[in-house]
């Protein structure tokens, strides 16, 4: 589970931060800062443009997940993980915390039901019973704010809670989709090939552009001539048929081709 943190404003200067290393990145994918090699930082940023690139492009990226997110008097905007991008609803513990008390209320039928009906299975106990029961308790917190109300800002990776909490350390569980970690890619079968091949093919690319800068080298036996156009080609044609096997699922993604007209 991702842990979520407290509300922190933007440091100064943290957009011109973001905007020189896209600027930084683009000047490597250029072949920027290298001779005719491709030198440490160069493959690093190869195997980061893979691993954004399948993001962008496939749902395996994805998976469902929870996280716990903690509570402060008078505090309603909270920035939680840089994987999550979406929170589909905010669960509370109870429905008496919305009081302003830090107590739990003790539901006498909660109690009579547990034990008249779950912890003895010799009684008259009965599937509709329990539905009817699971109603109930739904029923409640949708009346007395067992859920949250809430705003998601994507961009910033922050969610605003509509209604400023009351009381101080309530811990409350987010439904969250958010990106898969790096490790968990790679450790994926189906996964691993593609996010290499993607990481090969930027470095063709980086690679070419570089070697394209020099059209030949001096030496004692008359020089040698670059594979600019070479690795480039390469590159696109690379790029082409991967982008194809994710429209093709190759990776496994869990969800196939919706309603198609045609």
Not at 59 to 70: G, I, K, P, R
């Amino acid at each position: 589970m991702n842990n979520a943190q407290t509300n922190q404003k933007k440091e100064v200067g943290e957009e011109s931060t973001i905007s020189t290393e896209v600027i930084e990145s683009t000047l490597r994918r250029l072949g920027d800062y290298m001779d005719v090699e491709l030198p440490q930082e160069h493959l690093e940023e190869a195997l980061k443009i893979a691993f954004r690139k399948y993001r962008q492009r496939s749902s395996n990226a994805l998976e469902e997940s929870y996280a716990f997110l903690t509570l402060k008097r008078g505090v309603t905007e909270y920035v939680v993980d840089r994987n999550i991008i979406d929170i589909k609803k905010i669960y509370r513990g109870g429905v008496s915390r919305s009081f302003g008390t830090n107590t739990t209320t003790v539901d006498p039928f909660n109690i009579n039901f547990f034990n008249t009906y779950l912890l003895n299975p010799m009684t008259s106990g009965s599937l509709l019973t329990y539905e009817l029961y699971s109603q109930k308790m739904e029923l409640m917190k949708r009346m007395f704010k067992g859920y949250l109300n809430y705003v998601w800002h994507e961009h910033s990776r922050t969610v605003s809670v509509v209604e400023s909490p009351r009381v101080d350390g309530e811990v409350v569980i987010l439904h969250t989709y958010n990106y898969k970690p790096d490790e968990i890619l790679l450790s994926e079968m189906r996964v691993r090939p593609w996010i290499e091949d993607w990481t090969l093919m930027e470095c063709k690319k980086m690679l070419g552009l570089g070697r394209g800068k020099f059209q030949s080298l001096g030496g004692p036996s008359g020089g040698t001539s670059m594979n600019s156009s070479d690795l480039l080609q390469q590159a696109q044609q690379e790029e082409e048929r991967l982008i194809q096997e994710l429209k093709d699922f190759v990776d496994g993604q869990s969800e196939g081709w919706a309603f198609v007209i045609g």
